[in-house]
């Protein structure tokens, strides 16, 4: 099956640093990658969704300065958390559509990126 | 607004039968999808209903009624590692994104 890898899984921060987080498509070739934020018991939050070659498309309410996306290739998409506060302490989540794959509304995930910001 | 009812929490018996439902109110409809997540761990993706009636997979079975904007996910004969965490999220518009809206996710207790 699609595997997708996301690293780091977890990162501890201290405040005003910026974190890298990576998601490829191990497999196949991603169209679109999204990217998630999610809380403690609640649901997937989508942040932005990214398309290779083109910019992001943002969620609003998403500042596009301090959530830094960049799809390169086909298989590699970063977000990059600029100036992190203890706000953005989450669970961030990334997934992938199969280029080749049917239309069936599937993503696959990564196994997300935990970040605590001191 | 778009939005996706699911209850947050529901508990069975092992090896029983349970049901978690979904209604959905979208400006598009492209397809309902379910997926699974264990705590702690990613999202996994489970099954997909685009057209009305059921879809089964092993001891998975998903339902889709597009007039009552209404579906539902079948687990059967229910196990101790199905204890997790389920979401229904759509697909609401027919662009090459393929972007889902998500509901809150139904916590899925599973009692000896």
């Known amino acids: 099956g699609a595997v997708v890898s996301q690293h780091p899984s977890r990162v501890i921060c201290k405040s005003g640093t910026s974190v890298k987080i990576e998601c490829r498509s191990l497999?196949?070739?991603?169209?679109?990658m999204f990217w998630y934020r999610q809380f403690p018991k609640q649901s997937l939050m989508l942040m932005a969704t990214s398309n290779e070659g083109s910019k992001a498309t943002y969620e609003q309410g998403v500042e596009k300065d301090k959530f830094l996306i960049n799809h390169a290739s086909l298989t590699l998409s970063t977000l990059t958390v600029t100036s992190a506060h203890p706000e953005d302490s989450s669970f961030y989540i990334c997934s992938a559509r199969d280029r080749g794959g049917p239309p069936l509304n599937i993503q696959y995930f990564g196994a997300g990126t935990r970040l605590s910001v001191l | 607004g778009q939005s996706l009812e699911q209850p947050s929490e529901v508990t069975a018996v092992e090896g029983a039968i349970v049901q978690i439902n979904c209604t959905y109110q979208t400006s598009g409809f492209y397809g309902l999808s379910w997926y699974q997540q264990h705590d702690g761990g990613a999202p996994t993706f489970l099954s997909y209903?685009?057209l009305d009636g059921l879809e089964e997979t092993g001891r998975f079975s998903s339902f889709l009624s597009r007039s009552d904007s209404y579906g539902y996910l079948l687990l059967q004969e229910l196990q101790m590692k199905d204890s997790a965490s389920y979401f229904c999220a759509v697909r609401d518009k027919g662009d090459s994104n393929y972007q889902l809206i998500w509901g809150a996710g139904t916590k899925l207790i599973i009692k000896p």
């Open positions: 497999d196949f070739q991603a169209t679109t």
């Open positions: 209903n685009g």
